[in-house]
């Protein structure tokens, strides 16, 4: 699948036309977001995030993903590729956790806020990927504490 036509198509769509897209491209839709759009990729267990004009979540995670020490990068769901201009991006498909409390802290816990900050540590953007409580969804706000605002 080429990604960055499939930006391309999508970016310039209608919402209709989006419909139709995704269903050409056999796409799954698993969740929208404020400048963004989640779908599975058939034939894998991965996620695409497709772009839907603004670009910074997009930015924001594989930027966060590249720079992140180790130690944070294990309570992250990793970014597997992205493209150029950052309107799609990649990633290993993650089971939603249950909204309880305990996942909240674990991962509040691991992201240690006086080094990293992360705003959307949000039961739904919080998930199983391998056996480990994971953030699937840092676009909106993370990056290292002190810089005044996230990447």
Same mark, same amino acid.
């Given at each position: 699948?080429?990604?960055? /036509?499939?930006?391309?198509?999508?970016?310039? /769509?209608?919402?209709?036309?989006?419909?139709? =897209?995704?269903? @050409?491209?056999?796409?799954?839709?698993?969740?929208?977001?404020?400048?963004?759009?989640?779908?599975?990729?058939?034939?894998?267990?991965?996620?695409?995030?497709?772009? $839907?004009?603004? =670009?910074?979540?997009?930015?924001?995670? %594989?930027?966060?993903?590249? $720079? /992140?020490?180790?130690?944070?990068?294990?309570? &992250?769901?990793?970014? &597997? $590729?992205?493209? @150029?201009?950052?309107?799609?991006?990649?990633?290993?498909?993650?089971?939603? %956790?249950?909204?309880?409390?305990?996942?909240?802290?674990?991962?509040?816990?691991? =992201?240690?806020?006086?080094?990293? @900050?992360?705003?959307?540590? @949000?039961?739904?953007?919080?998930?199983?990927?391998?056996?480990? &409580?994971? &953030?699937?969804?840092?676009?909106?706000?993370?990056?290292?504490?002190?810089?005044?605002?996230?990447?």
């Amino acid at each position: 699948m080429d990604f960055d /036509a499939l930006a391309d198509q999508f970016e310039a /769509a209608t919402i209709g036309e989006r419909v139709q =897209i995704i269903e @050409n491209e056999g796409l799954t839709h698993i969740g929208s977001g404020s400048s963004r759009e989640v779908f599975g990729i058939p034939g894998s267990e991965k996620v695409i995030k497709l772009s $839907s004009g603004n =670009i910074y979540q997009n930015r924001n995670e %594989a930027t966060v993903w590249e $720079s /992140a020490p180790q130690d944070l990068k294990s309570s &992250l769901l990793p970014v &597997l $590729s992205y493209g @150029n201009d950052y309107r799609w991006l990649v990633m290993p498909k993650a089971e939603p %956790a249950a909204p309880k409390p305990e996942h909240v802290r674990a991962i509040r816990d691991a =992201i240690r806020p006086s080094e990293w @900050n992360c705003k959307d540590k @949000n039961p739904e953007n919080i998930g199983w990927y391998q056996g480990k &409580l994971v &953030l699937m969804d840092y676009g909106s706000g993370c990056g290292p504490s002190g810089l005044g605002k996230p990447y």
